[in-house]
């Protein structure tokens, strides 16, 4: 507020909605660091969507907003897993699942989307899984 940031404020300020908004419907139950990147994920996910949107109507003023905010609410996201890295770790769950085929995606993508969960957006999981069991 002091630094006069409009966009970082207005992602935070939704952000916290949101937070709010998942303690309301667990009804005080204790909100989970998991639920809450799920949160940021899927905020950003939103941002992102929509600045593609935006940009194909030609609203570049709308585009640059939504982009803007992403980044804000990426800074409160976990590292995120370089392609390099990703491929590493589901080596490594392929290898552990004993997967074989494109028939073992759905076991395959279970046990990754869990495990790295935060650290990767679904898209990315799951575009690598295919590339290394085709």
């Known amino acids: 507020?002091?630094?006069?940031d409009r966009v970082a404020l207005d992602s935070l300020r939704a952000v916290k909605a949101?937070?709010?908004l998942l303690q309301t419907e667990a009804r005080g139950a204790e909100v989970t660091a998991e639920q809450e990147i799920a949160i940021l994920q899927r905020m950003i996910k939103q941002r992102k969507d929509s600045y593609e949107q935006f940009t194909a109507q030609g609203r570049t003023d709308l585009a640059e907003v939504e982009e803007a905010q992403s980044?804000?609410?990426?800074?409160?996201?976990p590292k995120q897993l370089s392609?390099?890295?990703?491929?590493?770790?589901?080596?490594k769950i392929i290898s552990k699942t004993g997967a074989e085929s494109l028939k073992d995606l759905g076991?395959?993508?279970?046990?990754?989307?869990?495990a790295l969960a935060g650290k990767s957006d679904g898209?990315?999981?799951?575009?690598m899984v295919k590339k290394l069991l085709s």
């Open 18 to 20: 949101q937070i709010i």
């Open 71 to 77: 980044k804000v609410i990426e800074k409160f996201l």
């Open 123 to 127: 898209k990315s999981i799951s575009e």
């Open 107 to 114: 076991k395959v993508m279970g046990v990754a989307s869990k």
């Open 1 to 4: 507020m002091r630094d006069k």
């Open 83 to 91: 392609a390099e890295e990703l491929e590493s770790e589901i080596k």
